[in-house]
């Protein structure tokens, strides 16, 4: 490609992808700046495990889910909790066409992109106890078949086809640093250009610079990503009166190279920064045993059977149960002085209940392998990585008894010691309510209410049964430590991802998606993400940018 682009791309991410395919299937030509080298291509995306929200959908149907778009809405509103009239002014726009979007053409879309999902559908995010508050109602995670780097494969190869045909440039290990405006409009970027890496994908690779480089376009359209592994701006934007003081440990649930440098970037050229104190980490981290980028953390992504402590010892109570209301758990942990938790189960509760975040840890839906999936997923005892994670991983304890569990938690606790009698009281207690199929302990109600669902029944929620029963051994304790995960304020933006400048004007030649504009309009979420993944968010922002730049330079 020679000559003048009609658009530069900041970052080659999910977002980027999608907006440079909705461009290159207009005609248009199409540079991508990425700071990392080729191998990243797609960015965070790659990692995930790939999960889409979609609303009354035929998998939905075919487990017996009623959905609908105003189910969906009541849900999306209730846990969003928008409050704020400026900073949440397109947020709140942004949240109805997204609903709207995943309830009619979002899985047409995709599909016609060559996507396709499993058949059992997740519940991400079960709520927080009330009907209009935060939670999903119904199960509406869909798992795409291959994860999440088939997510990107779709996107990708449009793109690649598109680079062979002149259309797309990609230019690696180009940083940008600053905005070129000239009248008032964005015309390009201006930055630095970084030594050659050949490092695997996801691994931290060198800053040193070596040249730089400006690029002039029409447009320019940010999807940088968010701030994910930048612990000093997570801790300087922590919102300490909503959660309690930032925790002192925190592990990385995304590479180094998700470090937020465009979002200050562009501040100073002039945009709406908006919703900087909302972000979404997750309580239920783990140290990777086998890690790719430092500080490198994997999620467990839970079934609601494992007892939750703090780190004093204390169950915690509702609505702060596994995979429930994340953003009320967190508090609930940090509340106690401390920045970790345990759950407490058994072989039985792990083998049926413990999935891990990230393709890599999904060999089977990753590799699009039926025959692995059906007897990993089906079979009796944990998965290959889980199990993995139990006999290498150092925030497991496996243990016989109580005894034994408990003295295994205090050599590796943060904080206080346990007392073995008190766990132990708790536990019995609970397993006590087991001797009639009704019972008071909200957990088991939410337990049976779980099973009630097909793909929770079949694949996601152990049979309720006594924790301490021998034949469900051995007992098992996790320490949970936070992980830092997602963005979900940013770069305010109108419906066609247009950027904002601090007045609520149009910023001319600039546009942004991604998490780097909390996923569209500077936080379509709100304070809590309700999907339990942040890839549809990337696709309906990379397509509004990439659409809207195509119409307007026609």
């Given at each position: ?5 009609d ?29 990392e ?86 519940w ?46 990609f ?83 995304v ?54 402590f ?9 609505p ?55 007897s ?14 139990k ?29 073995a ?9 609970r ?5 009639n ?92 993400a ?7 968010g ?17």
């Open positions: 490609m020679t000559g003048e682009a658009v530069v791309v900041v970052g080659a991410g999910l977002a980027g992808l999608v907006a440079t395919y909705e461009l290159t299937k207009a005609g248009r030509r199409v540079v991508v700046v990425e700071q080298n080729r191998a990243n291509l797609g960015g965070q995306a790659f990692w995930s495990l790939g999960g889409l929200f979609l609303v009354d959908s035929p998998e939905q149907r075919r487990n017996g889910i009623k959905d609908s778009y105003d189910l969906a809405l009541q849900d999306w509103l209730g846990s969003a909790g928008f409050d704020r009239d400026d900073e949440d002014h397109w947020a709140r726009q942004w949240a109805q066409a997204y609903v709207r979007f995943a309830a009619t053409e979002k899985r047409s879309y995709l599909r016609e992109l060559g996507l396709r999902f499993t058949p059992i559908v997740g991400a995010e079960r709520g927080g106890g009330l009907a209009d508050g935060h939670g999903n109602s119904v199960p509406r995670f869909h798992l795409t078949w291959g994860t999440g780097p088939e997510v990107v494969r779709v996107f990708a190869e449009p793109v690649l086809e598109a680079e062979r045909r002149g259309l797309v440039r230019e690696f290990r180009h940083q940008v640093d600053e905005l070129v405006i000239e009248d008032g409009a964005v015309v390009g970027v201006r930055g630095s250009v970084l030594e050659p890496s050949d490092l695997e994908r996801g691994k931290a690779s060198s800053r040193t610079v070596v040249d730089g480089f400006e690029l002039r376009a029409k447009a320019v359209i940010v999807t940088s990503g968010g701030i994910g592994h930048n612990h000093d701006l997570i801790r300087a934007n922590w919102p300490t009166d909503r959660l309690g003081s930032c925790p002192e440990t925190m592990i990385a649930g590479p180094a190279h998700v470090d937020g440098r465009m979002l200050g970037i562009t501040e100073t050229a002039g945009a709406s920064l908006v919703n900087r104190d909302r972000m979404w980490h997750y309580t239920e981290g783990l140290h990777n045993w086998d890690p790719i980028w430092p500080n490198h953390a994997i999620r467990i992504i839970p079934g609601p059977s494992s007892l939750w703090d780190a004093n010892g204390k169950r915690l109570s509702s702060n149960f596994p995979g429930f209301d994340t953003n009320s758990s967190m508090k609930a942990i940090l509340s106690t002085g401390y920045d970790y938790s345990w759950f407490v189960l058994n072989q039985s509760i792990i083998g049926k209940e413990f999935m891990l975040s990230g393709s890599e840890q999904n060999p089977d839906m990753t590799g699009k392998d039926i025959r692995l999936a059906v990993s997923r089906l079979a009796k005892g944990a998965s290959g990585p889980v199990e993995a994670f006999q290498h991983g150092v925030d497991f304890v496996i243990a016989g008894n109580v005894t034994e569990l408990v003295a295994g938690m205090n050599k590796i606790a943060r904080g206080p010691q346990l007392d009698a008190e766990i132990e009281r708790q536990i019995v207690a397993d006590r309510e087991l001797g199929a009704f019972s008071k302990d909200l957990q088991l109600m939410a337990i049976a209410n779980a099973r009630r669902t097909l793909g929770d029944k079949l694949a996601r929620v152990a049979k309720p049964h006594r924790i301490l029963d021998p034949e469900h051994g051995p007992l098992i304790a996790v320490r949970l430590n936070i992980l830092t995960r997602k963005t979900l304020g940013g770069i305010q933006t109108t419906l066609d991802s247009q950027a904002l400048h601090t007045d609520g004007t149009p910023f001319p030649g600039l546009y942004a998606a991604g998490e780097v504009a909390g996923f569209g309009g500077g936080g379509v979420h709100g304070y809590n309700l999907e339990g993944t942040f890839l549809g990337c696709i309906f922002s990379g397509r509004a940018a990439g659409r809207a730049i195509a119409r307007t330079l026609a």
